[in-house]
């Protein structure tokens, strides 16, 4: 276990109405462990957070977060919401470059780094999302693909602008797969993020970046990941869903 700080995140996806958004924060809120260490975000759909927001009131241990916004500020762009109005309804928090998104919304590193910017400015922390797929994890091309996606969008920033960065590993082959990387696995892709990151930026910076592991993370194998060394947390999907197995990965530091 590490000593930085433990953070669980939940990305709910496109799942949930309004009124199964607010009974499964009430189900997260009743099962919550009141003393844990644990940072605890959810990240719901847009169109759910102002209720969820107001309902959260009286929750600090509880944060808000979206699951992506705009690379523009404001303006004629159908269908997209700006950081701005993320933060204008109670998010501190904002994933970006989920590879559900670069995928099948053809995000690009450029593109990545524009919401980041919009993030920032907008006092967002960004969640940054990383990781390779099948074909490259088996090409033996994973530490290169993962090192060019922190390059291509981080190296336009100063150290100064990510201090409250979080990272997310999550290797596409194990999302919704049931397949867990090990935690062999995990720790080794983490230490050589924090290499990188060591690299671009500074080994302080590096030695404090929380950097949060997904794909298939549930309340059975979330022990074993957080325990390693450099596995700081996790970004949870399916197993977010239900409140006492999230809750569950919430204590399993
Ligand atoms: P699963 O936990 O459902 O595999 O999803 C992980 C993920 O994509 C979190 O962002």
Not at 182 to 209: P, Y
Request: net charge neutral; glycine share 8%; hydrophobic share 40%.
């Amino acid at each position: 276990m590490s000593f930085r700080r433990k953070i669980v995140a939940g990305n709910w996806k496109m799942n949930n109405s309004l009124a199964e958004a607010l009974t499964l924060v009430d189900g997260v809120i009743a099962h919550l462990d009141p003393n844990t260490i644990t940072e605890v975000i959810i990240c719901p759909s847009y169109a759910v957070l102002a209720p969820i927001h107001a309902h959260l009131q009286g929750m600090p241990k509880i944060r808000l977060g979206a699951q992506n916004c705009s690379e523009f500020n404001s303006g004629a762009y159908t269908g997209e919401v700006s950081a701005q109005m993320i933060t204008s309804v109670g998010c501190q928090y904002v994933i970006v470059g989920h590879s559900e998104r670069r995928t099948y919304c053809n995000e690009s590193s450029e593109q990545l780094t524009q919401k980041m910017k919009r993030a920032l400015e907008n006092k967002l922390h960004p969640i940054f999302c990383i990781g390779e797929n099948l074909e490259e994890r088996n090409g033996a091309k994973h530490f290169d693909i993962v090192k060019g996606q922190l390059k291509n969008v981080l190296s336009t920033f100063s150290l100064h602008d990510l201090k409250e960065l979080l990272i997310a590993y999550e290797p596409v082959w194990a999302i919704g797969t049931g397949v867990t990387a090990t935690s062999a696995q995990a720790q080794e892709m983490h230490a050589f993020i924090r290499k990188t990151i060591s690299e671009l930026f500074s080994v302080d910076f590096a030695n404090t970046l929380p950097i949060l592991y997904g794909g298939s993370c549930n309340a059975l194998n979330a022990k074993e990941l957080f325990a390693c060394k450099d596995v700081d947390g996790g970004l949870i999907g399916g197993a977010s869903l239900k409140a006492e197995d999230f809750c569950k990965i919430i204590s399993s530091f």
